[in-house]
């Protein structure tokens, strides 16, 4: 199972996951964003909605690092209004995982 998730460090130190989430309704119904305590819990989050039990081995792989210019204003609340909010609903050909983290880096 390939599944992307966004992982965000604030300037403040603080650590969020951001990626599409299943419900009991559909395999990826909602945009979820969560604030983890380390780098560590966000990339074991991603795996658990990847189907990796706790402990278990998978490759991750690091896809695109970047870091905002201290020039630009991002703030996690402008995530949610610009980016998450106008995500749509999920689709697994036409706007999914990937589709979502490529859309959070170009808003970077």
Known sequence: ???WWVEI???EGHWYIAQWEPTKRSPGDR???RRK???SDVTN???AIAGAKKGEKKDITTREIYTCPK???RT???LIDECMEKQGRYNL???NCQHFGLNVYNWI
């Open 76 to 78: 996690i609340g402008s």
């Open 31 to 33: 945009l979820f964003l």
């Open 1 to 3: 199972v390939t599944h």
């Open 45 to 47: 989050c991603g795996k």
């Open 71 to 73: 020039e630009k204003i």
């Open 37 to 39: 305590q380390s780098k």
């Open 9 to 11: 460090e604030t300037r």
């Open 93 to 95: 050909v036409g706007n």
